[in-house]
């Protein structure tokens, strides 16, 4: 009985770590998307995210957030490449870009 409660309890500390999960939410806003990274639920500050837009990778603030300007003229999709906590993330988004 005593191995198998000690089974179960190291099946469960083993496991927690594989139900940890890293979320990436885009919304699209005005020439750009706002990207919010988190880990378990906590904000992920300094997490690397690159569109197929723009060269350059952007880092998420304290709250996990961070806007990506589009670099595009016309609406398109964007994807969103994110990596934080040796994990890459990628989502996919259409950005409308209003004309005056």
Do not use: C, H
């Amino acid at each position: 009985m005593m191995k198998a409660m000690t089974l179960a309890a190291v099946l469960t500390i083993t496991a927690t770590p594989a139900l940890a999960s890293l979320n990436v939410d885009v919304t699209p806003a005005q020439q750009g998307a706002w990207v919010e990274v988190d880990y378990n639920g906590e904000p992920v500050s300094g997490a690397a995210v690159k569109s197929s837009s723009l060269n350059e990778s952007l880092l998420t603030s304290e709250s996990g957030r961070v806007f990506i300007p589009t670099a595009n003229n016309a609406s398109s999709s964007i994807t969103y490449t994110v990596n934080a906590k040796n994990t890459q993330v990628e989502e996919t988004r259409f950005i409308a870009i209003n004309r005056d």
